[in-house]
């Protein structure tokens, strides 16, 4: 190992800062409790830790299996496992979602790789959408999530493995090349296996992770500075409430093994209107449309993002009527 390699591995970053913040609200507890002695910021902190309690292992049981995907299987094989044909390989790609179990965070650089080993961009796409919102660890949190609603799990399946499968078809119909900028991430290529696993886990874990607490942090203030009427006002409404949660998912950028836990806090609406919550998230939110400006350029992420938000919006008001 050269000098300045030693240098970097010990350099502080974001994860060295959390764990610091983590040891200092430890150590004074005490007087952090005392602050937080009044009633609407006990609510508050009660609700945070809930979210965070629940959706921190499936989060870090993700972003670690993703890692072991995204740094230890060969790119190629998807290649090799996806039929020729264009048409059937958008349906087989989404499908494949299953297998990942890992966030959006990491489905934008795989699906890039997928499209710079000849995977037609129609099936990488329609995987990008497909894997955050139907992998086990996804399903699975929401069953958590919503122990008297086994259905939603079975609606949040459907409906994201339509919107998948529907903007792949649409990508072959109306796609140009030249809207998308071949990606690269040289970052995890010049690197050993063992260091690049855990540089994935360490870029996984702060991206996804910081959502996760940003997300907390607004489900609680949600809950606790906006007056129950407005909420109400518009739980009431059946197309508010599904345009109102399918907004809220694009600016919340709650990673996908923890926006179920954010979605069941909501329990002013109705599950038709947080099934579009948990359909929205995974396919359109803020990270990830900036994720896809910088993997895919900005001509994608203009075109792309506003259409999968009009397709996953529309699909999951269908299979909602159907299945909730």
Same mark, same amino acid.
């Given at each position: 190992?050269?000098?300045?390699?030693?240098?970097? $591995?010990?350099?502080? !970053?974001?994860?060295?800062?959390?764990?610091?913040?983590?040891?200092?609200?430890?150590?004074?507890?005490?007087?952090?409790?005392?602050?937080?002695?009044? %009633?609407?910021?006990?609510?508050?902190?009660?609700?945070?830790?809930?979210?965070?309690?629940?959706?921190?292992?499936?989060?870090?049981? @993700?972003?670690?299996?993703?890692?072991?995907?995204?740094?230890?299987?060969?790119?190629?094989? $998807?290649?090799?496992?996806?039929?020729?044909?264009?048409?059937?390989?958008? %349906?087989?790609?989404?499908?494949?979602?299953?297998?990942?179990?890992?966030?959006?965070?990491?489905?934008?650089?795989?699906?890039?790789?997928?499209?710079?080993?000849?995977?037609?961009?129609?099936?990488?796409?329609?995987?990008?959408?497909?894997?955050?919102?139907?992998?086990?660890?996804?399903? *699975?949190?929401?069953?958590?999530?919503?122990?008297?609603?086994?259905?939603?799990?079975?609606?949040?399946?459907?409906?994201?493995?339509?919107?998948?499968?529907?903007?792949? $078809?649409?990508?072959?119909?109306?796609?140009?090349?030249?809207?998308?900028?071949? %990606?690269?991430?040289?970052?995890?290529?010049?690197?050993?296996?063992?260091?690049?696993?855990?540089?994935?886990?360490?870029?996984?874990?702060?991206?996804? @992770?910081?959502?996760?607490?940003?997300?907390?942090?607004?489900?609680?203030?949600?809950?606790?500075?906006?007056?129950?009427?407005?909420?109400?006002?518009?739980?009431?409404?059946?197309?508010?409430?599904?345009?109102?949660?399918?907004?809220?998912?694009?600016?919340?950028?709650?990673?996908?093994?923890?926006?179920?836990?954010?979605? *069941?806090?909501?329990?002013?609406?109705?599950?038709?209107?947080?099934?579009?919550?948990?359909?929205?998230?995974?396919?359109?939110?803020?990270?990830?449309?900036?994720?896809?400006? !910088?993997?895919?350029?900005?001509?994608?992420?203009?075109?792309?993002?506003?259409?999968?938000?009009?397709?996953?919006?529309?699909?999951?008001? !269908?299979? !909602?009527?159907?299945?909730?």
């Amino acid at each position: 190992m050269e000098p300045h390699d030693e240098v970097r $591995w010990w350099r502080f !970053g974001s994860v060295e800062v959390l764990a610091g913040l983590l040891i200092l609200l430890v150590v004074f507890q005490r007087p952090v409790a005392s602050v937080i002695s009044t %009633p609407r910021l006990q609510t508050w902190t009660t609700v945070f830790v809930s979210v965070m309690v629940q959706a921190v292992p499936f989060l870090v049981f @993700g972003v670690l299996l993703s890692a072991v995907i995204a740094v230890f299987v060969p790119r190629s094989f $998807w290649a090799r496992a996806l039929p020729r044909h264009p048409a059937l390989a958008v %349906p087989v790609a989404s499908a494949a979602g299953v297998v990942l179990p890992g966030c959006e965070c990491g489905s934008v650089p795989i699906a890039g790789s997928l499209i710079r080993r000849g995977v037609t961009p129609a099936a990488a796409l329609a995987f990008l959408l497909a894997a955050p919102a139907i992998n086990p660890i996804v399903l *699975a949190s929401t069953a958590v999530a919503f122990p008297d609603n086994p259905e939603m799990v079975v609606g949040r399946a459907v409906a994201s493995l339509i919107v998948a499968m529907i903007m792949g $078809w649409l990508w072959l119909r109306l796609g140009r090349a030249d809207w998308i900028r071949l %990606p690269r991430r040289p970052e995890l290529d010049d690197l050993s296996k063992g260091r690049a696993f855990w540089a994935a886990v360490r870029h996984d874990v702060v991206h996804a @992770g910081g959502f996760l607490v940003l997300g907390a942090m607004a489900a609680a203030c949600i809950n606790v500075l906006i007056p129950e009427r407005w909420l109400q006002t518009l739980a009431d409404n059946p197309v508010l409430s599904v345009l109102a949660l399918a907004v809220l998912a694009v600016l919340l950028s709650i990673c996908s093994e923890a926006d179920a836990f954010v979605a *069941a806090s909501l329990s002013q609406f109705s599950l038709s209107s947080r099934l579009a919550f948990l359909v929205v998230g995974p396919m359109v939110d803020l990270k990830l449309i900036s994720m896809q400006t !910088g993997v895919f350029g900005r001509r994608f992420a203009a075109r792309f993002a506003p259409t999968t938000f009009v397709v996953a919006v529309g699909v999951a008001v !269908g299979v !909602g009527a159907v299945v909730l």
